[in-house]
Every structure is written in C-alpha cells, then in structure tokens.
C-alpha cells in the first residue's frame, strides 16, 4: 500500500507525527507502523504547534497531520506562526476522495490556497504516484533556509492504492548558504572605518549555533550587543559585559537608544519586529544586515548580505578592529514580577523557557538572561503558542518551562492533556493577573471587556495535569520545582 511508503519515506527525518485526525486520515493512520509515534492533540492547531516544539529540541523536520479543510483553517494562526519562526514543517493534510472533489463533499476545500499565504509552499497530490515525490519536494523545501511549513494535500483514497514508482532510495538534502569573503571584508571594512559602531543580533544565532563565533567577533572589536526587538531564541549571553539589553517594542525608542551611533550591524535578526511603528527606524543612519533569510533582506532599505551568519562572523573576526567600547544600556522600569523571576533564575537553567507572558517579557529576560537554545517564544505575536511548543520539546526528552500570563493560557491549555497522556518533563508557571494586563497598560482603560477572571490550574487539573494554586509565590516555585513530576502553578498578582 502507498501508506507503508509514505512512511518509509517520514522515517528518513523523524519517528513521530503530531495531529489531529479525522475520517479523511483514517487511511493514512492504518498504514501506521508501531515504531512510528503518533501524539494525539485535541485541536489542530496545537498539533502544529507542538511540531514546532519538537523542532525547537532536535533540529529535525517536524510533521503534522490534519483533517481535511476544517483541520487546515482550524490551524491557520499556529501555521502563520510556524512560517514567521522560520521553522521546518512537514504538514499533511486529508482530502475528500480525489474521484469527487469536483462535487465538493463536506469536508472539502481548495486546501493549496488556502495554505499558500502562510506556507513556503502548498501542493495537492493527484495520484498515488505523486504522493512521494510531494512529500519529498516539500520536505526538502522546508528544510532550506529560510526554513518554514510547506503543505502537501493527499485524498484519502490514495493512500489505500499501490503506488508503481519506488521511491526507496535514501533522501538527501545538503544547503550551504556560504559568505562571498570580499563582501564579509567590505562589510568590516565600512565596521572599521567608524568610532561608535551599535551591533545588533538575533534569532539566528541561535538556530546556527553561532554564538562562540559571535562572542569572539564582539570581544576583538569591543562591540556594545542589543537583542532584536522581541527575539525569540537566545541571540546573546546576558551575562557579558558587552550585552547592552534587548530593544525596546517601539521604533522611535529604537532609534533613541542607537541614536549615539554611527553604524548599526544587524547580524541574525530583525530591526522590523517591532509591535509599535511609530517612526522609520534608524532614517539616515549607515545600516549594514546581515541574515540567512532573503525575505526578510528583501522588506529592507539598507544594505543586505544573504550568507550563513556563522560563517561571516567567523571570516569577520579575522579583519575586525578594536573599538574603544562606549555602550548604552537599554533602561527597564520596576515590573511587580521581578521577585519572582529572580527567585526563579536559580533554578531555570535545569530547563528551557517558553515565554508567553506579553507584560512581562522583558523582566523575565533581565532575570533569566540569555543562555543558548534555552529561551524560545514566537516571532509573530500569536497567543496561545507556549503551552503545545514546550510539551513538542519535552516529548522529544526535553525539560521545559512555560512562563505565562492567564490571559494567553486560556488559548491553548488542552495542550495539557497531550502533555499528561505522554509524559515529558514539563512545568508550567501561570502569572494571573486578571486578563489583559499588558492591553491594559497600554491603553489605559479599566473596561471589564480587558479583565476576564479564570483559574488556569482549575483548567488544568480537569485534564489530570497536577496543578495548584499560591498566593506566596516562594511557597508556589518550592512546589512547582520539588521533583521532575508534571506540574502547574498559578501565581495571582495584584
């Protein structure tokens, strides 16, 4: 059967899928070998979200299965999402039986444009041959850089015929994005030429492993480091002396904190992710970005370099030269949750951190610090996302720990179950502070609309996932962090 092929072919990248099936996938579950794991998420969108966390802990093409049109619209935002962090997705989705789409049945949907917005790429396949060449196209579209989801379409009744190409052939897919050297010596060159030069890092650190190459770069040119705004991995260590803090969500307070500067080096990252842009960033000023993702060098007015940032950074500390360092700290207020992130720091290096609590994301970093492939949040401002990518990351034998507000717990909570059903070491820190607190500091309104009350670790312990509730919060982070068991604290703050 095409089924037993389809996963030959799977089992190339990874051993597991996460989804949520229905009648159009129940052909392609019976081809299902027992070695292959299949984590069960009680909506689509988790399972997508929870693929994203298995990613974040292998660096292996995450999969996912979902059913027909209303599974693929169900999980539209974690997809975007999943496109915006440039993360590797294989999504499978059900179809109506190929002999009738043109009756369009229930179920049905022109599911390659629905999918083309938010993916690499999208494709139906029209016969059982073109199922493994689908499959394999959009695999290795995923996986090249930039990475993101690719969709790939199968009818149901396909996967029950014989497919008569062999594709058994094992799968290869080597990307290179190596740096031209007379460009990394024009771009330290232009470096050299200035007094007060501002370098700005990012995500792609992080995913390229290059932060003992960008350690050395910084420390031989005596560089001030920012975080992007709002970076979603480690971009930096927080504990060097030359790490000036991460930007500030608006761009005119951007351009406030690098206004001292001459030239700004953007290596890895976005100065564009900002959630208030209310000025140009940085008009007039020299702009050098260097980045592995053409699309995002494609949106800027400055001078772009689309190469492995490993490698520049690599090839630029060999012709980079010692500035004098003069480095502006990014100024933070108070939050009313500093005591608890530094209660927290001392123990956190045991896990990785999913962030999903908007009003205090900053205090949570002051805290943690950055420390390699240990801090993930999402790039593209979706809630809802922490709770299923920490449970992928910790079915794939990762520790995680999810710092969330209330408010974003309530998005995706039944994520919870999947975590109790497989296991996983895996906690759960809810900050409540009655709703939207981070809407309500920005707006100023005291409307009911922006203060909903709920109880998370009710919500939690109603799918078996042990929960409790603590208004001393050393009390609530002793019990949460007293054994590997699955946990989950609710702290309230006034």
């Given at each position: 059967m095409l089924g037993n092929k389809v996963y030959e072919l799977l089992s190339q990248f990874t051993d597991r899928i996460y989804g949520n099936p229905g009648t159009t996938e129940l052909s392609f579950l019976k081809g299902k070998p027992e070695s292959f794991k299949y984590f069960l998420a009680l909506h689509d969108g988790i399972a997508v979200g929870m693929a994203e966390g298995y990613y974040l802990k292998e660096s292996k093409l995450g999969i996912v299965n979902l059913h027909a049109s209303p599974g693929l619209s169900n999980a539209m935002g974690f997809i975007n999402t999943a496109f915006l962090d440039r993360s590797p997705l294989l999504i499978i989705a059900g179809q109506q039986s190929s002999k009738f789409l043109n009756d369009e049945p229930r179920l049905y949907g022109d599911l390659t444009s629905m999918a083309k917005p938010f993916t690499k790429g999208s494709f139906e396949a029209k016969s059982e041959d073109e199922v493994i060449r689908l499959l394999m196209r959009a695999s290795k579209l995923a996986l090249t850089p930039p990475y993101g989801p690719v969709m790939v379409s199968i009818p149901e009744d396909l996967q029950l015929k014989e497919a008569t190409r062999d594709e058994r052939r094992k799968v290869k897919h080597d990307v290179s994005l190596c740096c031209n050297e007379e460009s990394v010596k024009e771009v330290v060159e232009r470096v050299n030429s200035h007094e007060r030069v501002a370098l700005v890092v990012g995500y792609e650190i992080d995913v390229f492993n290059a932060h003992d190459?960008?350690?050395?770069?910084?420390?031989?040119?005596?560089?001030?480091?920012?975080?992007?705004?709002?970076?979603?991995?480690?971009?930096?260590?927080?504990?060097?002396?030359?790490?000036?803090?991460?930007?500030?969500?608006?761009?005119?307070?951007?351009?406030?904190?690098?206004?001292?500067?001459?030239?700004?080096?953007?290596?890895?990252?976005?100065?564009?992710?900002?959630?208030?842009?209310?000025?140009?960033?940085?008009?007039?000023?020299?702009?050098?970005?260097?980045?592995?993702?053409?699309?995002?060098?494609?949106?800027?007015?400055?001078?772009?370099?689309?190469?492995?940032?490993?490698?520049?950074?690599?090839?630029?500390?060999?012709?980079?030269?010692?500035?004098?360092?003069?480095?502006?700290?990014?100024?933070?207020?108070?939050?009313?949750?500093?005591?608890?992130?530094?209660?927290?720091?001392?123990?956190?290096?045991?896990?990785?951190?999913?962030?999903?609590?908007?009003?205090?994301?900053?205090?949570?970093?002051?805290?943690l610090g950055y420390r390699r492939n240990s801090l993930f949040s999402n790039r593209a401002g979706f809630i809802g996302w922490a709770i299923p990518a920490a449970f992928g990351y910790a079915s794939a034998g990762g520790s995680a720990l999810v710092v969330i507000g209330d408010g974003s717990f309530n998005y995706s909570f039944q994520a919870l179950w999947s975590a109790q059903k497989y296991g996983g070491r895996m906690k759960v820190l809810v900050i409540n502070n009655s709703g939207y607190n981070s809407l309500r500091g920005w707006s100023g309104l005291k409307d009911d609309i922006l203060s909903p009350e709920t109880s998370p670790w009710k919500l939690a312990s109603s799918y078996g996932f042990e929960a409790k509730e603590f208004d001393d919060y050393k009390r609530g982070l002793e019990w949460l962090l007293s054994d590997d068991a699955q946990k989950l604290v609710e702290l309230r703050i006034n």
């Open positions: 190459e960008l350690n050395d770069f910084v420390i031989k040119g005596g560089l001030p480091v920012y975080a992007e705004p709002f970076s979603s991995r480690a971009p930096y260590s927080g504990d060097s002396k030359f790490f000036m803090g991460d930007l500030p969500r608006r761009s005119s307070e951007i351009n406030n904190v690098l206004k001292e500067y001459s030239m700004v080096l953007v290596i890895g990252g976005s100065l564009g992710n900002v959630l208030f842009p209310d000025d140009e960033i940085l008009k007039g000023k020299e702009v050098v970005q260097i980045t592995q993702d053409w699309m995002e060098a494609s949106k800027r007015p400055w001078d772009t370099f689309v190469c492995n940032p490993k490698q520049f950074l690599k090839l630029a500390s060999i012709h980079i030269s010692q500035h004098k360092f003069v480095g502006k700290k990014v100024e933070r207020k108070p939050s009313p949750v500093d005591k608890i992130f530094q209660e927290l720091s001392g123990v956190s290096q045991r896990y990785a951190v999913f962030d999903e609590a908007p009003s205090y994301r900053e205090a949570l970093r002051a805290s």
